[in-house]
């Protein structure tokens, strides 16, 4: 997976607003399941799916403690997602991996613009 795809993966995962507030709730500590049903009063099977999609972005690593098992979030992944975003959005169109069909596009409408620049 490239770059954008991770970033985008990452930024879905957030995008959901049970699934932001879950993120944040780790932030600041660890968390079973059963503890995060009553912080959000949803149901296990929810918060189970909530947490898997978190995890397969990289955004929750878990713990098992006996028959427990701790949740928290994962903050670097986050940044590292802040950090590549950055450099997709500051680097030039060209110069992006996934980027190169849409620059050929791009350089074709700036070398040939059709006159008057407005759409129908």
Known sequence: MGPIDETVRVLQALGQDTRFKIFKVLCGR?????????I?????????HHLATLKDA???????????VFYEAN???????WR??????????DETP???A???KVREIE??????????
Request: net charge negative; hydrophobic share 35%.
């Open 30 to 38: 660890t968390f079973c399941v059963c503890e995060l049903e009553e």
């Open 40 to 48: 959000f009063g949803i149901t296990q099977p929810a918060i189970s």
């Open 58 to 68: 990289g955004l929750v690593n878990d713990s098992r403690e006996g028959q427990w």
């Open 75 to 81: 903050a670097e992944r986050l940044r590292e997602c």
């Open 84 to 93: 590549a975003l950055e450099g997709i959005l500051n680097a030039p169109i």
């Open 98 to 100: 996934g980027m190169e």
């Open 102 to 104: 849409l620059a050929d």
């Open 111 to 120: 070398t040939n613009p059709k006159a008057p620049r407005r759409c129908k």
